[in-house]
């Protein structure tokens, strides 16, 4: 099941939405461009299967 999220961009600090799939492990990282900057975050999600509770951490690339 999909599931979004709120964080703000490490570049411009705009507030944005991300889609997240739990289903792709406990601990999973990508890269995405700002919606707003379009400049890429490295996004690191986790979740923990047991609680349900996922953790979204954003990064600038060179971070």
Do not use: W
């Amino acid at each position: 099941m999909l599931e979004t999220q709120k964080c703000h961009c490490p570049y411009c600090g705009e507030l944005i939405e991300i889609v997240l799939d739990p289903s792709g492990g406990e601990e999973q990282q990508y890269i995405e461009d700002c919606f707003v900057c379009c400049r890429p975050i490295v996004f690191t999600v986790t979740s923990d299967f047991d609680t349900g509770e996922i953790n979204v951490y954003a990064m600038a690339e060179n971070e």
